[in-house]
């Protein structure tokens, strides 16, 4: 069903992202793997390439305009129009309202909500003009409500939440499927190795699970089309 359509997913870590790129890779499509830095993205695209797979990396500042132009003219270059794009960076600092910088302030709403905008706005140029295609937003628990010592994650995700609900109610119409997604939980990956009794006992969400749902919402028929969904593990309080 994707087999040669073209994905591209930023903010690729050793987590989702990379469980991403990889599930993407497994339904045969091309895809495009982009980060601050080639640390992860290089070796995750040598990777899909060397099991037969097509992939290629991107190092991108997703908060940057011009980067994400670039990006976005390389990927149809080297690989063809994208079908599926992931937003998937986001960045933040815990600290109380009263320590937090103007400074960190806006570099975490940069690179989790304007990034995001710069990102959808530049895939949504060409699936408009082609009449379909699919754009993801991740989010958090923190989309929906702000907890204390969580200011920067909390602005951020409450505008990237804003930003899909409103390109969802302007693209939809014109074929392109927007959905945001509530991550509600710690992903297990490399970050969280020390949480030997959580990850037994299935508190944290599994990065390839994730992956299918993002893969899943991709493929759905459009009379039927997901906006926003909720992930969380099964011992997960809600």
Known sequence: MSEGQVAVVVGVGAGLGASL?????????????????DTTTGPLATAINDGGGAARSYPTDSSDEAAVEDLFS??????????????NTGAYGR???????AADFEANWRAGCFGGF???????????????????????TAARRGGAN??????????????AQSMARELGPQGVHI???????????????????EI????????????????QLHIQHRSAWTQELDLRPAMEKF
Not at 74 to 87: H, I, T, Y
Not at 95 to 101: D, F, L, N
């Open 74 to 87: 390389q990927v149809e270059r080297d690989l063809g129009a994208p079908d599926l794009v992931v937003f």
């Open 21 to 37: 790129g990889r599930r993407f890779a497994d339904a045969g499509m091309k895809v495009g793997l982009a980060a601050r830095s």
């Open 95 to 101: 600290s109380s309202v009263i320590e937090t910088s």
């Open 118 to 140: 710069l990102v959808g706005r530049a895939a949504a140029k060409g699936m408009v003009t082609r009449g379909h295609g699919t754009i993801i937003f991740t989010g958090a």
């Open 200 to 215: 037994a006992d299935g508190k944290l969400l599994e990065p390839d699970a994730i992956a299918e749902t993002y893969y």
């Open 150 to 163: 969580f200011i920067n994650l909390a602005l951020a995700k409450f505008g990237l939440r804003a930003l």
């Open 179 to 197: 959905a945001h997604t509530i991550i509600d939980g710690q992903i297990n990956g490399p970050a969280h190795a020390d949480m030997v009794d």
